[in-house]
């Protein structure tokens, strides 16, 4: 099986780069692995031209299609996401809006492959788990839409640099453990 591990956030050595490696080096045991980052694509914002909802494509062409390509190829996608003002990273959104010909919301729609399971892990840097449940929220909803099973869910509170990731390493750990 494959699990893809996304980085959601476009920073690139940081706490959620950090979390996503320690998910990938653990996952790697039972799952051939991809790990990628939202800044490793280039797209640009959704024009809200609707042209998809008739043709279920894109009229833009750029690496939108490259992170659908990732998508299909995986069996598990988890998806890494900080917050960005009580929410999922702009880039990551501006994705999720780019991915309105494979939403399942109009016909005809693009599709990936079914039975696709995704998993949720959101950090933030203060205390409130609220935020944190508002980014899972963000990211199942848009699995929904994109027909992938949500399966599973870790919120990280109390989480700004990268280094303060190994004292919650084992709660890390144990959320792989279910995947």
């Known amino acids: 099986m494959n699990a893809l591990i996304m980085s959601c956030s476009p920073v690139r050595n940081g706490a959620t780069a950090r979390i996503a490696s320690l998910v990938a080096e653990h996952l790697k045991e039972k799952y051939e692995i991809r790990e990628t980052?939202?800044?490793?694509?280039?797209?640009?914002?959704?024009?809200?031209?609707?042209?998809?909802?008739s043709t279920a494509k894109c009229i833009q062409k750029d690496d939108v299609e490259k992170i659908i390509e990732q998508y299909e190829w995986a069996d598990i996608i988890v998806s890494?996401?900080?917050?960005?003002?009580?929410d999922i990273p702009g880039q990551f959104k501006a994705f999720?809006?780019?991915?309105?010909?494979?939403?399942?919301?109009?016909?005809?729609?693009?599709?990936?492959?079914?039975?696709?399971?995704?998993?949720s892990i959101a950090l933030r840097t203060g205390s409130n788990m609220k935020e944190c449940l508002r980014i899972i929220e963000s990211i199942e909803h848009f699995y929904g839409h994109m027909e992938i099973n949500c399966c599973g869910s870790l919120g990280?509170?109390?989480?700004?640099?990268?280094?303060?990731?190994?004292?919650?390493?084992?709660?890390?750990?144990?959320?792989?453990?279910?995947?």
Not at 41 to 52: E, L, Q, S, T
């Open 156 to 179: 990280l509170c109390s989480l700004e640099y990268k280094e303060a990731v190994e004292s919650r390493k084992d709660e890390i750990l144990d959320f792989c453990n279910q995947i």
């Open 80 to 86: 890494v996401a900080p917050s960005y003002w009580a």
């Open 96 to 119: 999720i809006d780019r991915c309105t010909p494979w939403c399942n919301t109009h016909e005809p729609h693009a599709t990936i492959s079914k039975g696709k399971k995704g998993y």
């Open 37 to 53: 980052c939202i800044d490793d694509f280039k797209f640009d914002f959704c024009k809200g031209c609707r042209v998809c909802h």
